[in-house]
Nanobody, 117 residues
Framework: VQLQAFGGGLVQARGSLRLSCAAS??????????MGWYRQVPGKQRELVAV???????NYADSVKGRFFISRDNIGTTVYLQMNSLKPEDTAVYYC??????????WGRGTQVTVSS
């Protein structure tokens, strides 16, 4: 299973970016429990940004509530993260995550998001 993320880059504060992540390989949508996004800055632990379950339930870190929105495509193998009102503290490497109903975790390589003040 491979996760390929797109959409990172450099943006000014208060701007927007949209990340997308597509799962490919030996994976079927019915075997996916959750898809989500995590982020990490140097010297800190990777933290949850947002997750969406197979039934559409979403969960967000307090720091991004009301600014970031996660969604999945109709097939269920692509996840999106719409990031609005970006702040410099949102600067991080963002990682796509897929968690299967069998309990297996998959991670994408990460995409850099840099927010300038």
């Amino acid at each position: 299973v491979q996760l390929q993320a797109f959409g990172g880059g450099l943006v000014q504060a208060r701007g927007s970016l949209r990340l997308s992540c597509a799962a490919s390989g030996s994976i079927f949508s019915f075997s996916i429990k959750n898809m989500g996004w995590y982020r990490q800055v140097p010297g800190k632990q990777r933290e949850l940004v947002a997750v969406i379950t197979d039934v559409g339930t979403t969960n967000y870190a307090d720091s991004v509530k009301g600014r970031f929105f996660i969604s999945r495509d109709n097939i269920g193998t692509t996840v999106y993260l719409q990031m609005n009102s970006l702040k410099p503290e949102d600067t991080a490497v963002y990682y796509c995550n897929l968690f299967t109903i069998a309990g297996t975790n998959y991670w994408g390589r990460g995409t850099q998001v840099t927010v300038s003040s």
